[in-house]
């Protein structure tokens, strides 16, 4: 099962500001769905502070994620795919030599010919071989 992270709803547990506040705590903070009035109240200092706070490249512009809960559990109960993991784990063989790619050869009737085929390319195919090798004329 796949583990989640718990959201927290935006709900603030006051504590001690602490001497240090790094970008990264209020980083996860914004991803818990914590506001910059949250972050005011959690780490106890001014609102002057949060918003010299939120001056940085990192924090400029960032909002707090809006944290949604399911009413039910929701479980991945699917098999991983299994990919090979190099290319000699593929079955199928492969000449890297290879120039060209082999195609049947057959000789089709007229009528297939014009099942599949414009009338105006037909017209264009004018003379076939029997199985002697004689050309013959449609």
């Known amino acids: 099962m796949i583990e989640t992270q718990k959201p927290t709803n935006g709900e603030v547990v006051k504590q001690e500001t ?7 705590m209020i980083q996860n903070d914004l991803d818990s769905g914590i506001d910059r009035t949250g972050i ?3 780490y106890g200092i001014e609102k002057w502070e949060v918003t010299q706070m939120f001056q940085h490249p990192e924090l400029k512009g960032r909002k ?3 944290v949604r809960k399911l009413s039910f559990d929701f479980v991945d109960d699917t098999e991983p795919t299994q990919f090979p ?3 000699e784990d593929v079955t199928d063989e492969v000449n890297p030599n290879q120039l060209s790619i082999p195609v049947e ?4 009737t007229i009528e297939e010919v014009l ?3 414009d009338v105006e390319t037909v ?3 004018s003379f076939d071989e029997d199985d002697n ?6």
Do not use: L, N, W
């Not at 602490?18 to 990264?24: E, G, L, Q, S």
């Not at 090798?133 to 449609?138: A, F, L, S």
């Open 115 to 117: 099942e599949h085929e």
């Open 40 to 42: 005011q109240e959690k």
């Open 85 to 87: 993991s190099s290319m």
């Open 105 to 108: 050869t057959g000789s089709a």
């Open 18 to 24: 602490p001497t240090r506040i790094t970008v990264t």
């Open 123 to 125: 017209e264009e195919i």
């Open 133 to 138: 090798g004689e050309e013959i004329e449609y």
């Open 64 to 66: 707090a994620k809006k």
